[in-house]
């Protein structure tokens, strides 16, 4: 069998549309809760339709991750390196599912107006009011937000280490026209 060099395309279409949603959350997340109500309304409506579409990726990328060959370590990559890849990877992919579901939980329970997911999907209907659930929620969403912020600018700062200092194919073989040196 021969050695996989570079991500499917699959793979890197899940890769980089999870990644740009994430981005705009984690910009835009953490300052919903200083807007005026009726702004904060609208917002919410994209902000909980985003998360619903990461959820929906992430529950495709998770099996296709597992179905699917990847590339190994990089041969520049001792051994330390590579297990804390795996644990940088899979700890994203935890926090990539949980972020959007303790944001829905949250949204379930508030009681200071409706949440329609892209104005379609009424969360806040699927679950009874109630103020401490609620704050439960927001707090993991909050706290799980704030980990997945410092992964994901590890993961970022990691890929232009490869990059510019180990000058490897880590992160080329993950760009949508990369090429890596093998191709």
Known sequence: MAEILKYGA???WLHWLVTFIVIIMLIFGPGLEDMPLDEREQVIMVHSGLGTLVLILMLIRW???LTHDMPGPAATMGAW???LSKIMHWSLYVLLVLQPIFGILQAMYIT???IFAFGQIAYSSMAV???QMAAIFHIAHSINGKLLTVLVLGHFVAALY???WQKDDVLRRMLPFG???SD
């Open 179 to 181: 090429k890596v040196s």
């Open 129 to 131: 009011d109630n103020e």
């Open 63 to 65: 099996p296709w991750r």
């Open 81 to 83: 390196q590579t297990r």
């Open 162 to 164: 490869h990059h510019f």
């Open 10 to 12: 699959t793979a890197k």
């Open 112 to 114: 200071e107006y409706e």
